[in-house]
Nanobody
Framework: QVQLVESGGGLVQAGDSLRLSCAAS????????VGWFRQAPGKEREFVAA????????DYADSVKGRFTISRDNAKNTVYLQMNSLKPEDTAVYYC??????????????????WGQGTQVTVSS
């Protein structure tokens, strides 16, 4: 079992930065790939970024490439999402999710086994 808790969300202005954290419990977390997803009101959950268990492979949605960076510290059982140059359209609840394999396409939420409760990010214009 892996339990995930997101933190770091908040209200910021356009152009600001935030760093989200996804803290995991479970000694096997280092064996899991992790993805970040977001869901805005009235919209479907969408893929943001993903990272392999080792951190050696990452993927990003086109909408965040060059602005967001995903990283992990397995010694701290934590995955981060550094978000720079935030835009109002980045406003959403952000979720982290974990799965044991990185083989499947990372943007498919149904391939993830564990999910956190989410953290709200609001970007004002």
């Amino acid at each position: 079992q892996v339990q995930l808790v997101e933190s770091g969300g908040g209200l910021v202005q356009a152009g600001d930065s935030l760093r989200l954290s996804c803290a995991a419990s479970g000694r096997t977390f280092r064996n899991y790939a992790v993805g970040w997803f977001r869901q805005a009101p009235g919209k479907e959950r969408e893929f943001v970024a993903a990272i392999s268990w080792s951190g050696g492979a990452t993927d990003y949605a086109d909408s965040v490439k060059g602005r967001f960076t995903i990283s992990r510290d397995n010694a701290k059982n934590t995955v981060y999402l550094q978000m720079n140059s935030l835009k109002p359209e980045d406003t959403a609840v952000y979720y982290c999710a974990a799965r044991p394999s990185y083989r499947e396409p990372p943007e498919h939420p149904h391939t993830y086994n564990y999910w956190g409760q989410g953290t709200q990010v609001t970007v004002s214009s």
